[in-house]
């Protein structure tokens, strides 16, 4: 035991000198790269590609936790910023541009950014404040195999969905061949919204933080999504993304809206029952009623970087970042993500992200005040979700919590 | 021993309970009675990988750090962060109360309302928890003390287990037990013949579950103190007591239970302000469908894509006054027999 411990230590230190000496990101200078960031595999990747950018004037370290959202701003509050990296999506760019707690990247970009395509530039008031680096959105899984054998066509709409489930249930094949995460909390929150998103309304009134839901629309994405549950394992309330990914790895569910970033380690040879991965079927997003795009979420990843830093610090973490999310890092990896990068060619586990995308899926909102919404919706939707209350109270509760919190943000 | 030495002494506890507890109090209720600015909206154009270009509201941080500066607390609300529905939600109450239809309508409807669905989880695990706990904690120690010598320590061992580990662990643990392929969730799916019935699902089960828990992982703490007593239970008496024909069941109603009294007092006390603020079991079980409590909704406030620290430092301060409310009657006869004593 202690043999392999020292083995393993000493290959580690191995490893991490020989990757210093082989880098080269050509990065003028000195300066110290922090990086703080959420903890997924694609995340961790780029962290270690950019920590080939250490020389003995750059200092690179990483900090990939689960905690970010909540550590992100106070960290960048202080001056100088414990992060000069923060990696963000859609939703967690948000609390820093409240707070102005990152830079405009224009400038670097003009000076390092030569490799990043138009696209992944984040443009808020004409100023690039992110760079995108990947896309993700919640889409389906299917088994093709349990699907011919209850005879039904691949499902396209969530009503296409509902009827699958059912001859599934009637052939005999799976009790709960249904399965989403619907885990009251963060998850509940987004499936409202991806559903919502298909509809094709807004959340919120033009122009105010006055909130738009309490209409058809959300009846209707209420219905759907308490129309699923009948067909879901009876703990579903429990469930979030890792255990219904999980639930459908042992064969116990047919159909399911998956994060397209747990793609990869569900189609893989490890982990899954017999003829699961073989069978499974990534596909976009279904769409809801008569609405025609899918109804799901984009979501991009992005990195920051800090405002409350020195700007050889800022330098050095651009282009540590740039290196990090290089063409060259993404065609080794080219499976781990949906990549935006250039010359990046999909691998199975992203056609569903592109088919979603392609689709016309709208993005996630990144109204300031879009967070309070999603906290409302998560705590306020869970006794609806249970078969405890009407849809009409489900959305006046929302939009009551809404409210209440929205006044008190100060948006109101 | 003189004024001035015993000042000296207590100084340093002193020093620290102000620092650590008196500010941090006062902060959380400066905090309470402010909300934050009224953000400065803007128009501005906004483009994403997908989906193009939109116009999209922004919160224009310059005009919005001026009112910062101006304010540093944020804007006074007094108490309405109280009185909002998120706490004591006194306007809905009053709606309710104004046209309800019946008395099950007006509780149904007043559940619904966030403070108060956490507060009826937050009172019915005090209340069966602490009661429940103590009586398995001194079931565990009168068996205990009845044992052989050499099998105690072992068995001291085991009892004390469930403190040992961590809630969050601890509730980890039964959690995945009690579901439909854990070992109780199959044993109990087994027993009822029923393959659909699960722990989680119902509101009730999972109530249940974790007031189950609440017991299995407070008991042992009672057992620990009561266990200490039984040992100073003076043998003469218990010896008079046996000849004079005492059965088992006379000896421990009418000596150990008033010997313990006291220490009862003591543990109730301790479990009482403890199971107030229940949080791990319902983060450990999922259970944030069926149950939270006042420390879940602090927690809620302060976690996610917004934080509300106004709205987390009102529920703190519910949550102390909540405290105090129910110790209450203990202190208040804990200070009448200590001046009674001191007389």
Redesign the interface.
Known sequence: MNLMLKTTVSLGVLGLTAGAAFADCGIEGAGSVRILSNDFEALRLINSTAEECASDGVTVTANATAEH??LQ?PALSINPAEYTVAVVA???I??L????LIRPLDDLVEQYGQDLMP????????KTMAI?FM?NAQHLFYRKDVLEEAGVEPPTSYEDVLAAAQAIKDAGLMDYPLAASV????DLAAEFVNTYLGTGAEFFEA???ELAIDNEDGLRTLEIMRAMTEFMD??Y??FDANAIKAEYEAGNVAIMNEWGSLAGATIDDEGAAEGVAENTVLAAAPTVGDGTVPAAA?W?DGFTIAKNVSDEDAAASFQAMVHGISPEMVAENSGVATW?VEGYEPGPAAVGVIAT?NGG???Y????????L??AL???L??F??G??SAE?ALA?VK??Y???A?????L | MPHKTFFAFILPSLIAMVLFIALPVVSVVVQSLHVEHGRVLVEVENCQPFGGCTTELRVDTAATEALKEAQPLGQFNGFGTYLNRGHLAVDEIGAILASNSGLGDVVNRIYNLPFYKALAFTLVYCFVVTPLAMALGFAIALAVNALPKPTKGPVIFFSLLPMIITPLIGSLILYWMIQPRGIVGATIQEIFNDPTLSLRASPLLTWLSLLAYGVWTNGPFSFVVFYAGLQTVPADTLESAMIDGASRWERIRYVIIPHLAPLATFVALVQLMDNFRVFEPIVGFSAEANATSLSWMIFNDLSGDAQLFGSAGATSVLTILGVVILLMPVLVRTWREFNRKVV
């Open positions: 959202k909540n701003v859609n939703n967690s948000v609390p541009l409240n707070d102005d696209n992944q530039l984040i443009k808020i008031d004409g995108a896309g885990k009251p909390g963060w122009g105010s933080a009876p703990d309330l429990t984009l991009w935006l995308a899926a709208r993005a909102p990144m109204q300031p005040y879009m967070g309070l999603h906290t998560s705590t306020e869970a006794e979700m249970a405890n209350e109270q509760d009551a919590a409210d209440t919190a006044r008190e943000g100060g948006y």
